[in-house]
DNA sequence: TATTGACAAGTAAACGATTCCATACTAAGT
DNA sequence: ACTTAGTATGGAATCGTTTACTTGTCAATA
């Protein structure tokens, strides 16, 4: 038995020891940047394995400065998507030994605050943000001029922001489905948006303009639901549309967990899709292959997304001064069953 | 304008030397545990607003040996419930200032390993576990004596183990999806099943047993498929099991995923729920509201599980020696529609 | 043989905080 | 007025690494 751990963890000095050298050459030996003699190598080794020796990364991270960690910040975690995301991010960046940090803001500016300062003391590589949007000047100036920072979803406006942006074309792909309802004979078309506040919300609006104003419709404002993208702004706001006298014939849903929401209060109602009401959704929605009715959809697919942004963080890691660069991914109409024609 | 941030970050010694005084004085300030008088009290936090400070948390790791991190290892991190899990959990440890570091081993026990290794690492101060079950000894002797750790959906039969248990009551669960199908009038059951190498997947199998025998039916090997709690595996197995001369009658599902999988299948080939097969469910299914059919099933909750998982490891950093506890949540059929009746 | 150079291995100073211990100063008791 | 006790603050060690600098050995060359 030359079982020598004990319940303490052992230090690069045990190892040294153990070994019977410095504790440089032990370091040496562990980091392979500097020559050390083969029968000294095999020494410190069998020294490791007998200690039980794990390199403890908090007394690295002292003195190299890297955390290798990623913080990844959601502000609406419960839309499965952000962790699809969130799983494609953590692939990529294992591969460089990167671990991923993940918190959810629940839509709040204040708790997106208290995260970033709390990820920055952790001294985190890179961000990974999904922000509210209400700390856009904080990012821009304190955060990323300072720290590798992608955001997804999101655009910062601010002329100081330094960092890469991950999305899909918002406004080309609610121009596409806004369209395809019209062309379908829709003209009484009701809108689900997110809030206005991010860009996410405002692009994809302004497509819905687009395509209104493209084919000389009205643009209505008591159509129109702001909501912040969840499941239960979604069925409140198909609620609130689709129980008047004269209802709209469809709804352009703007977020995909808004679809889901008014999906469920559609079908909860027994209201029809697509009999009773179009239904179109920008964003991919779970299970979509079981579900009663297939909805005509821009898929966004969080798992390229997800990649995109792990591997433009680890490159503006490497690079931190590179120009800023933004990932718009092109958008695809996926014909369902969820629009009824008139044409 | 005395704004003296530059780039560079600033330490507890740019505050000690813009107040005038010492390091330690400035720790105190901060720490508020020793007196200081209320004068240096106001001149240091002046300063530390001047100097824009931020106290480093891996410098406060080097002496305290608390990172406030929980590790949350996940052996297939495609199951939403996982990350609604994450989810609970962060939203719990948040509240005592802990962060969550997530990552996924894709049922592979030696990236497993290799995370268990960069948590410790990373000192974090707890583990969430959900195993692959490939290194239940290692788990026990070496992991769980010196961290605190839970596990989710596993049970860690070693000795030496150290730690809690959530789960649901999977061989009660199972059962009674059985015995409902049993009551159905069903004989000809499949089961499709999760490896049974880890306890889940020994649990459930068990219940599925127990019914059989209760009712005195044969188990039959040639209906029974045990792939990997995913969704392809499920996609396989239906496939493997259904495309026979004589296929069951009915389909025993014993991971939500595979389930997934299996009425994607079934669905594509146009067989259809229940009339051509019955399908239970152990787990619940994203947006069961809006599918096709509605899966009798066992519900998990997995909020209410990864809550339990978070108070747990919150509680056991506090008191490590207390005795393990185990949180096995009793299981309740949901009847919908995907089972067809013969009696 | 003496001098030089190469290079393996050790010594010690960081990294940024916390905290034990020492010190100096105040106030009270005889 | 002198000792003593109490206490606010500073000095310095410490946590576990990395790495610049130093030391010492040995082979090659003149």
Redesign the pocket.
Known sequence: MNNNENTQ?S???DVAKAA?????????V??K?????P??NVKVQNAIVQTG????S???T????NTNLIGFIVSNISNPHMMTIARAIEKVIRESNYNLLVCSTENDPTLELKYLNAFISRRISGLVLHSTGGNEEYIAQKISSTLPTVLMFRHNECKEFVGDTVDTDGRQGSYKLAKHLIECGHRRIALLGGHLEVSTGRDRYQGYQDAMREFGLEINPELHYFGDFSELSGLQGARKLFTTSNPPTALLCLANMAAVGAMKYFRDKGIHVPDDVSVVSYGDIENVELMWVNPTRIPQIPSVLGQKAGELVLDRIQNPHRPNREATFDTDLIIGNSVKNYI
């Open positions: 963890k230090t690069i000095k019977g050298v410095s504790i440089a050459t032990v370091s040496r562990i980091n940047n500097y020559y050390v003699s029968e000294i020796y794990v390199p403890d908090i007394a690295r002292m003195k190299s400065n």
